[in-house]
C-alpha cells in the first residue's frame, strides 16, 4: 500500500556530513508526522527526529544542534541533514510516516527499509 524508502546513507568520516532523504509513495490521502529513528547494534530503536505536518520539530538530546530534519509535502518526503557527525552516530537510520491511506481512515505507521550510516574516527 504504502513504501518508504530511505536513501542517501553511507561511510563519512568523523566530522562530516550526510543528507537521507525518505520519500513515500503508494496509497496517500494524508501524511501527519513524518520521523528519522536509528539503531545501532545490540541497541534499541531510538528517535533521532520528527517533524510533524505543520512543521513542528522534536530532536533527541544527543542530536540538537547538529541534524536538521524538513520536509516537502508536495514531494511526500522528508530528509535529515546530519552534520559534524560522530562514531556514536553510527546505526541503521530508518524513516516512519504516520499515514492516512483514503479519506475518513485511520492513520498508520509505516517504516522504510533502513539505511546503514558509518562514521569512522
Known amino acids: 500500500q504504502v513504501q518508504l524508502v530511505e536513501s542517501g546513507g553511507g561511510l563519512v568520516q568523523a566530522g562530516g556530513s550526510l543528507r537521507l532523504s525518505c520519500p513515500a509513495s503508494?496509497?496517500?490521502?494524508?501524511?501527519?508526522?513524518m520521523g528519522w529513528y536509528r539503531q545501532a547494534p545490540g541497541k534499541e530503536r531510538e528517535l533521532v527526529a520528527i517533524?510533524?505536518?505543520?512543521?513542528?520539530?522534536i530532536y533527541a538530546d544527543s542530536v540538537k544542534g547538529r541534524f536538521t530534519i524538513s520536509r516537502d509535502n508536495a514531494k511526500n518526503t522528508v530528509y535529515l541533514q546530519m552534520n559534524s557527525l560522530k562514531p556514536e552516530d553510527t546505526a541503521v537510520y530508518y524513516c516512519?510516516?504516520?499515514?492516512?491511506?483514503?479519506?475518513?481512515?485511520?492513520?498508520?505507521?509505516?517504516w522504510g527499509q533502513g539505511t546503514q550510516v558509518t562514521v569512522s574516527s
Open positions: 516512519n510516516a504516520e499515514i492516512v491511506n483514503y479519506r475518513g481512515y485511520p492513520r498508520r505507521g509505516y
Open positions: 503508494g496509497s496517500i490521502f494524508s501524511i501527519n508526522s
Open positions: 517533524i510533524s505536518s505543520g512543521g513542528n520539530t
